[in-house]
């Protein structure tokens, strides 16, 4: 749509093209997108992180 400087495009149905279902703006796209940078951050706030242990001074490596 923006390389051509469309901001609306029609939706046909594919068995008849000549009938027009709805239109899609440029506004719809934003609209979600934006909706799927919210899932995004939301998800990311869920994650947690562990922390390891440290391994104790006392214990020595294997040789």
Known sequence: ???LGLG???VVDR???RYLDGLVTQFDLLE???KLL???RR???VLTLRRL???SAAV????
């Open 43 to 45: 998800a990311e706030r």
């Open 1 to 3: 749509m923006a390389a």
């Open 8 to 10: 609306v495009l029609p």
């Open 15 to 17: 068995s008849d093209s």
């Open 32 to 34: 979600a997108r934006q």
């Open 38 to 40: 919210e899932e995004e």
């Open 60 to 63: 020595e490596p294997p040789v």
């Open 53 to 55: 242990r440290a391994r």
